[in-house]
């Protein structure tokens, strides 16, 4: 799995009876073959994945110990 953006409408035929449509624009983690089918066609571009957020810390629950 690789996240891509694509640069231009295409269509993925994981198999001979099915397509899937992506279109110009769009921004998502696909599978390799097609990343690298559409790359090569110049239809989309790598991108990075994104970060996991991390959750800040909110002083207010940290547990002082029953100490104040």
Known sequence: MARVRFIHDFDYKPTPMSTIAYKAGMELTVKRECVDKAVALGKAA???????????????????????
């Open 46 to 68: 790598l991108v990075r994945m994104p970060r996991k957020a991390i959750k800040p810390i909110d002083d207010t629950e940290v547990d002082d110990g029953g100490r104040g």
